[in-house]
């Protein structure tokens, strides 16, 4: 059936200047002098927040001193799809190293009750063609996610790969030997010749600065680690018995939360909710895999479905496109598709499209807002939870029982907007508006370092390329790289993610071809017996140039918005989340990228060889 347009309140209902005006107001009330630094890194007595593993036991084993090509760090979709590339492009010699102890990176410590993947699970999880597995519903849950990552190891026979239960300490550019040395926390120290940072950005949990937050007696854990033992369920089955005579409070309504707060609601004697800033939550329709779609299904529908994705959720449909997608991210372009086809497709500037889009923008929010109303029966709770930002601000949610978990008389919303964050915690719970609230348990819903400090991100102490420079000095004020994906100074290492490169709306499409890009540089490498490959300061320079003059600047936009990691947490020193993506859009630099490779040239890389057959 075709995707129809939503219905919305028209456009001379909506008072933008007015709403503006509300949204500068909420976004002053929640900054926060310290920005990034309200946060803190799970260390001392809430390192099990990060170093713990409620899953898998970490089992003791003797230092590796390996010697190999390729490390890669990471072993989530990023590392995985990596390493595929690395396979297809004939490099074997590679290990991926990785904390969790298994595949699949986030989709491994998140097991949380509720958890689903919030976007179209046949575009999101990657090589469904490749494996022959086709999700069981449009969204997906965590569990099986997890278990498409095993499916995806297995198929590409990975597991000789992996170390497991293993962080990377330190990595060290050694100019005499022309090798990565690599330290862990399990005392290794591994030799690469080239290294890829395959972190991903939802590694690495933070933990909110709350003032006494140490002093807490209660249970305490981050949603990343969630504590079955203590709930009740486990991650296959959330029945959370165990939580019948507890008090509980999440922080944190983003993405997780809202996923979460369903089940507090049905297991917890009392749950409170400590809300800062909501989430929009949309419904969200989930249904089951329509057998007769996947039998009409062509080879290449994956790809096809992707783009489609992309151009709903970060660009625009083509005239004639269908939304195939239809859910609350290509609502705003599906919207304005209609819209064009009634006046015969207009030529739009980029900012004649720009404004018609903040339009309609602002018409979703106002049903986001209104949908708050239909469904929770408490006036103020109703207000409270009503998202006052633009689209795209927060990341957007669905859910189907999240607004009605708060008409249950065991469950209550506490704002703490006001206090720009919950105000202390005490020995037995939680102050709020100078009241102490006694808990048994606070979970975190805290969220992860995806800021844009690497360190914190990568959580890598030392990073050190040619002389010692550390990368976190070397990008201090900015990326420097070719391609989004190397940097001067920092020979045969490479990077992925949201840098200078190109951005699709589904993270593992951009992993792939960013995987894609390095098997072929590493493999160039390899075959033309180079042991250094690094961009020159001239080609790096252009790159740098090509990304600033075609970039579409989201600086007014992200300032205007709520704090949160996006924008950095409204810190002056404004730095989006995803980087400087490449302007023109990401088919445009995976053209970009397949006609580089295919000159064969390896314009912009100095290519050495030290070894003595060479020299
Ligand atoms: P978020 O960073 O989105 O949310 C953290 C929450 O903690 C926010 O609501 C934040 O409020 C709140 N918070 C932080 N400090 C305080 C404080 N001192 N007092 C009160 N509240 C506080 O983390 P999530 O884990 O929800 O989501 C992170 C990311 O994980 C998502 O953006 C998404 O990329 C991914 N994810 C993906 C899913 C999927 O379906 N694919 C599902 C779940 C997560 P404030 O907003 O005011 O800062």
């Known amino acids: 059936m075709a995707c129809r347009p939503t219905d919305l309140p028209p456009a001379e209902s909506i008072d933008i200047p007015a709403i503006h005006e509300v949204y500068r107001r909420e976004r002053e009330k929640r900054l926060r002098p310290e920005g990034q630094g309200q946060y803190f890194e799970p260390a001392g007595q809430f390192a099990g927040a990060y170093e713990s593993d409620p899953h898998m036991p970490v089992v003791p084993r003797a230092p590796i001193m390996d010697e190999i090509d390729v490390a890669i760090l990471g072993a989530g979709f990023c590392g995985m799809t990596v390493a595929i590339q690395l396979k297809e492009a004939g490099v074997a010699n590679f290990r991926n190293i990785d904390w969790a102890g298994d595949w699949g990176g986030c989709w491994y410590w998140n097991r949380y009750p509720g958890i689903q993947c919030d976007n179209d699970a046949y575009c999101y999880l990657p090589l469904l063609e490749e494996t022959g597995h086709m999700p069981k519903q449009k969204f997906e849950d965590g569990w099986d996610i997890y278990q498409h990552s095993v499916r995806i190891a297995k198929h590409y026979d990975l597991y000789p790969h992996a170390i497991f239960h293993t962080l990377a300490t330190s990595l060290r550019w050694d100019e005499q030997a022309q090798r990565w040395l690599i330290a862990t926390n399990r005392g290794d120290a591994i030799k690469a010749r080239f290294v890829v940072m395959a972190g991903g950005p939802l590694n690495k949990p933070k933990l909110p600065g709350i003032p006494g937050i140490g002093d807490f007696k209660g249970k305490i854990f981050h949603t990343a680690r969630w504590d079955y033992a203590y709930t009740g369920g486990s991650g296959r089955s959330p029945v959370l018995d165990k939580l019948g005579d507890k008090r509980v409070a999440i922080l ?7 996923q979460v707060v369903p089940f507090l609601g049905r297991y917890a004697k009392q749950a409170f909710v400590l809300q800062r800033t909501p989430s929009s939550v949309d419904f969200r329709n989930n249904a089951p ?8 299904l062509k080879p290449g529908w994956q790809k096809e479905r992707q783009q489609n994705f992309h151009h709903g959720a970060m660009e625009r449909f083509a005239r004639g496109e269908p939304d195939a997608i239809c859910d609350i991210w290509t609502e705003i372009n599906r919207n304005l598709s209609v819209e064009f086809e009634a006046e015969g497709w207009p030529a739009l500037s980029p900012e004649e499209y720009a404004a018609r889009r903040e339009v309609m923008d602002y018409r979703v ?3 986001l807002r209104n949908r708050v109303d239909e469904i929770v029966k408490d006036k103020t709770t109703a207000a409270a939870l009503k998202p006052w930002y633009r689209f795209l601000c927060k990341r957007p949610c669905s859910n189907d029982e999240y607004y009605e978990t708060f008409n249950r008389p065991n469950v209550k ?6 206090s720009r964050g919950v105000e202390r915690m005490t020995e037995k719970g939680f102050i709020h508006n100078g009241a102490e609230h006694e808990i048994d348990c606070l979970i975190l819903a805290s969220g992860f370092e995806m800021t844009s400090d690497l360190k914190k991100r990568w959580g890598i102490g030392a990073i050190e390329g040619r002389n010692g420079v550390s990368i976190y000095d070397h990008w201090a004020d900015g990326f420097k790289t070719l391609h989004g994906m190397m940097t001067h100074g920092f020979p045969n290492q490479f990077f992925t993610g949201f840098t200078q490169a190109g951005l699709n709306a589904t993270n593992s499409v951009t992993f792939v071809s960013q995987g894609r890009h390095i098997g072929y540089i590493v493999s160039e490498a390899l075959k033309r017996g180079a042991t250094v490959v690094e ?8 790159w740098v140039n090509t990304i600033r003059d075609t970039a579409i600047d989201m600086s007014s936009f992200a300032r205007d918005c709520t704090p949160g990691y996006f924008n950095n947490e409204g810190e002056k020193n404004l ?8 302007g023109p859009g990401f088919y445009a630099f995976e053209a970009l990228l397949e006609e580089w490779r295919g000159r064969g040239d390896l314009a912009g890389l100095m290519l050495t060889a030290r070894m003595p057959e060479l020299v």
């Open 252 to 258: 944190g309504t983003g993405a997780t939360a809202v």
């Open 289 to 296: 895999t329509d057998p007769e779609w996947v039998k009409a």
């Open 365 to 367: 929010m106002e049903r």
């Open 413 to 418: 919303l506490i704002d703490v907007s006001e």
């Open 535 to 542: 961009p020159s300061e001239e080609a790096q320079a252009g």
């Open 575 to 582: 730095r989006w989340y995803l980087g400087e993506p490449y």
